[in-house]
């Protein structure tokens, strides 16, 4: 995020796009509503009437996949109205003749055929974004997560730069992080690109200095594999040794028999894990870790704050820190990463960081430090890009041309499925593991809107068959109109009908992120087993 | 500025600042019980009264904005007189049997009777109680009308923090009480953010999970941040560590929630204790998971990896590392590959 969360709830206008923040992030929702509350226009821009509708001013519910298409649209009737900030294009972006080139391409009408939405409706929101100040954009992963994600992220920052959005209190571009640690996994370098802050492995500079700080001469600068680049190494045979910690890869990769196929291939794997769950199966070593409740440390948020994680249940005897297990493996293979307690490891981390370098426990003992804090004197940062000056410089428009997602429906496979997260649940197996939670939200619903259900004679309630061209699911059907029509939707967190059994292995050509936000699929009616559904309520039937 | 003084001390006030907030700015305490921190005042509960020199009767300290040259007494005797009054009526009206209740100890209503000496046993109003319900129907929350003075910080949480709009008052007078949509909770629309509870006063609304399971005097308070979504909210476990159990969620009220949770951050607290977590190392044997001492799994682990690197080399490992863990695990993992295995082949769930 370039701004802080509570900055959200000073935006006179706040632009949401792919976020179902009422069910994914629902304290950023509280802060939506609290700003609507004082009189703050909503936007919503999702393909789903997702709950948050219920607070919008305007609900903008484009095809699922045409976002590219759809902000382009916006920029040209910002262009072609002259609405745009010129004065911060010329003073703090560069590559504007070439964005120019690609909005000229996008016409409103071309635009509005691409992604549904009504010309008129467009031009509105076009107005409002570039008549009031601040403008917050937030977005989740129903931006990230399609094939054309790099390109759907960077049409976001084209148009709050195109609009001088950026810097500013309550303005900017604003991607919520989906857990609670990815910001910080992120930052502290478990990419196969960078050490932690974000220094390039490439970098003979980094590599000197990582050579130096870890008393390891000879470190790879091979840029690593990213995530289905290893799986699919497993199966080829160039990955043979596999180790898995605290996720449960089986159920959460797309395509979920690929990932299985490959989990059965490599020859050696470990998992390191809190719960028996659908991957440990396949592992040859299984190591117990501690969980949150066990376990000091910090996390990193969406807004790049640093933040304690204090222990308040005693462990088992034989759970241990995931630090302490590969600090025991590397002193088993002829290395000492040198941790002795959670803290030692900040510590080196901190010595060898960059943008972390300020922020020791004690510091963010309280409230917590937001990065970029680059010595101990250093107060934090609440939004990056203070006044139009980037970080990287200038600002660099980014544009971007519309292509389809990887799968479109045909006669065979008629739907588009798009998947998430619910309320109620987080991944597979911690909520399904709360007491209560399951109570509320105890088997999988798929979402399809009543004139697709009407189609195939399918009641609230009915067990369906769902099947896509990679597996097949029987889940209950849910008929609500939270579906527009022609797109159905799933959660990842029943393993008894778990909607990535039937995503797409389809990646993001840069980041390599799967398409987990559509899908073709067929839906058939299995048996009835019909229920009334007596009010409307959020987040469940 | 204005200038005001409240028990004999000289207090400046912005102008539009209540005699409350001037108060608190002095360092004098004036007990509320339907005031909202950063909501607008109520009026609701009438113990915040305060005598102002020259007024008709007493003000109501919340919602009474200064006056230049005012002169307040905060706790004469008349003040005092009439809080133990509105004290002996709430109590009045409901039942309020602290013995078993769960906010024992942690009940503002009960140390305000306390303070002022008004017992709810010995009272001089013996009228009509107010005809309340238990509602009991949800799975998390449990709104106890006979507990309820109507101070309504539960409807402002409902309608202003969280933004639910599910909790109302309803009718007026002696029959007011608290409603949530027209139904029983568990049928409404609410999301069990559990709001109303942090914010409610009394014993009127506690959650499910915590009865009977200890007084809030024999819990420890640990501050920790929420295992769940990326927003990174600051909660505080009440933990009952004679028996290794969480016991409740509270919201701390810091940046960058201010108190608010949602249903996971407050209620799905457990899983540590779940009986499916793993509680030994593993290794497959013949086709079989069995368990074996930690030196065992190392040993065997190190040895595996380290033939498979002399024959392979160091890029046919790969590790995923856990978006859920902290950073401290999360840097060790990003170690372990580059410096013990030497390959760059680490990612995590982000990526898909």
Redesign the interface.
């Known amino acids: 995020m370039t701004n802080s969360i509570q900055e959200i709830r000073d935006a006179k206008v706040i632009f949401a796009i792919g976020t179902n923040t009422t069910e994914a992030h629902p304290v950023i929702s509280y802060y939506m509503k609290q700003a609507v509350n004082k009189g703050a226009i909503l936007i919503v821009n999702d393909p789903r009437r997702i709950d948050l509708c219920n607070w919008a001013t305007i609900h903008v519910q484009h095809k699922v996949g045409t976002d590219v298409a759809y902000l382009n649209g916006l920029m040209n009737i910002v262009l072609a109205n002259g609405w745009q900030n010129d004065k911060f294009i010329s003073e703090c972006c560069t590559n504007w003749d070439e964005m120019k080139k690609t909005i000229d391409d996008y016409p409103a009408e071309k635009a509005s055929e691409i992604c549904g939405v009504p010309v008129e409706q467009m031009t509105e929101v076009a107005k409002i974004i570039s008549h009031n100040d601040p403008v917050s954009l937030c977005y989740t992963l129903g931006i990230t997560e399609h094939t054309s994600g790099t390109d759907n992220v960077k049409s976001c920052a084209n148009l709050q730069m195109m609009l001088g959005n950026m810097g500013k209190h309550a303005s900017g571009v604003n991607p919520l992080r989906g857990q609670n640690n990815v910001q910080g996994a992120c930052d502290m370098g478990a990419l196969p690109n960078v050490y932690h802050n974000y220094q390039k492995v490439t970098d003979p500079a980094a590599k000197a200095k990582f050579e130096k700080g870890w008393n390891r001469p000879g470190l790879s600068d091979q840029l690593g594999l990213k995530m289905p680049t290893m799986f699919n190494g497993m199966l080829s045979g160039d990955v043979k040794a596999f180790f898995c910690y605290g996720e449960n890869v089986a159920m959460t990769e797309p395509h979920m028999s690929h990932t299985l196929k490959c989990l059965e291939a490599v020859e050696f794997m470990m998992v390191a894990d809190i719960f028996h769950n659908q991957t440990t199966p396949y592992a040859d070593v299984i190591f117990p870790c501690t969980s949150w409740a066990e376990e000091e440390g910090t996390y990193t948020n969406s807004e790049r704050r640093i933040q304690r994680v204090r222990p308040f249940l005693k462990p088992h005897e034989n759970y241990r820190e995931y630090w302490w297990i590969v600090n025991e493996l590397a002193k088993r293979l002829g290395y000492d990463m040198g941790f002795t307690t959670s803290n030692s490891v900040w510590e080196e981390m901190r010595k060898l960081g960059t943008s972390y370098n300020g922020i020791t426990w004690d510091r963010c003992d309280d409230v917590g430090l937001q990065w970029p804090c680059p010595d101990l004197e250093h107060c934090g940062t609440t939004f990056l890009h203070a006044d139009g000056n980037f970080v990287c410089g200038l600002g660099k428009f980014s544009p971007a041309q519309w292509r389809p997602q990887a799968e479109l429906p045909d006669e065979e496979y008629p739907l588009v499925l798009s998947t998430g997260r619910r309320l109620w649940h987080y991944h597979t197996t911690q909520t399904r593991n709360s007491e209560g939670i399951d109570d509320l939200f105890s088997e999988e619903y798929i979402e399809i809107s009543p004139v697709d259900a009407k189609e195939l004679a399918i009641d609230n309630g009915d067990y369906v068959n769902v099947t896509s061209r990679r597996g097949s699911i029987k889940a209950r059907a849910w008929v609500t109109n939270r579906s527009p029509r022609g797109v159905c939707w799933l959660s990842f967190h029943f393993h008894e009908a778990c909607g990535n059994v039937l995503t797409i292995d389809a990646f993001d050509p840069v980041t390599e992120t799967a398409e987990y936000k559509a899908c073709a699929i067929k839906v058939t009616k299995a048996e009835s087993a019909p229920f009334e559904i007596t009010r409307e309520r959020q987040a469940r039937p | 500025m204005v200038k005001l003084t409240i028990d004999g001390i000289k207090v400046e006030a912005k102008s539009g600042d209540t005699i409350l907030s001037a108060a608190k700015k002095a360092g004098i305490q004036i007990p509320t019980l339907c005031h909202v921190k950063g909501l607008p005042a109520q009026g609701a509960c009438r113990i915040c009264l305060v005598e102002v020199e020259g007024a008709r009767g007493l003000m109501a300290a919340c919602s009474t904005p200064v006056v230049a040259d005012s002169v307040v007494e905060t706790s004469s005797e008349k003040v005092i007189k009439a809080r133990k009054l509105v004290l002996e009526l709430l109590l009045s009206e409901g039942d309020h049997d602290c013995i078993i209740c769960e906010a024992n100890g942690d009940c503002k209503l009960q140390k305000m009777a306390y303070e002022y000496g008004v017992s709810n046993t010995d009272l001089k109003y013996k009228g009509e109680k107010r005809a309340a319900v238990k509602d009991t129907s949800s799975?998390?929350i449990i709104r106890d009308g006979t507990k309820c003075i109507l101070c309504n910080k539960c409807v402002l949480a409902c309608n202003?923090?969280?933004?639910?709009g599910i909790l109302y008052k309803n009718e007026r007078g002696f029959s007011s009480k608290i409603v949530s949509?027209d139904?029983e909770l568990s049928?409404?629309?609410c999301?069990?953010?559990g709001e109303c509870i942090q914010v409610c006063p009394t014993g009127a609304l506690y959650e499910?999970?915590r009865v009977g399971k200890g007084r809030s005097w024999e819990l420890?308070k640990?501050?920790?941040?929420?295992?769940?979504?990326?927003?990174?909210?600051?909660l505080t476990?009440h933990?009952d560590s004679k028996n290794?159990?969480?016991v409740k969620v509270t919201g701390r009220y810091?940046?960058?929630?201010?108190g608010?949770?949602?249903?996971?951050?407050r209620?799905?607290?457990?899983?540590?204790?779940?009986d499916?977590?793993?509680?030994?190392?593993?290794?497959?044997k013949n086709g079989e998971?069995v368990q074996v001492s930690?030196d065992e799994?190392?040993?065997?682990?190190?040895g595996?990896?380290?033939e498979?690197?002399e024959?392979?080399g160091?890029?046919?490992?790969?590790?995923?590392?856990?978006?859920?863990?902290?950073?401290?695990?999360?840097?060790?993992?990003?170690?372990?590959?580059?410096?013990?295995?030497?390959?760059?082949?680490?990612?995590?769930?982000?990526?898909?």
């Open positions: 799975r998390f202003s923090r969280g933004v639910h949509d139904c049928d409404s629309g999301v069990y953010c499910k999970k420890d640990v501050d920790t941040t929420c295992p769940y979504c990326g927003v990174g909210c600051q476990v933990v290794n159990r969480p810091t940046t960058p929630n201010e608010m949770l949602c249903v996971k951050g209620f799905a607290y457990d899983f540590p204790l779940s499916k977590r793993i509680t030994s190392p593993m290794i497959k998971h930690w799994a190392l040993d065997y682990t190190a595996r990896l380290k498979i690197i024959k392979h160091p890029d046919s490992y790969a590790g995923v590392s856990c978006a859920r863990s902290t950073n401290e695990n999360n840097y060790a993992a990003m170690k372990f590959a580059r410096a013990a295995i030497g390959t760059n082949n680490i990612d995590h769930c982000a990526r898909t």
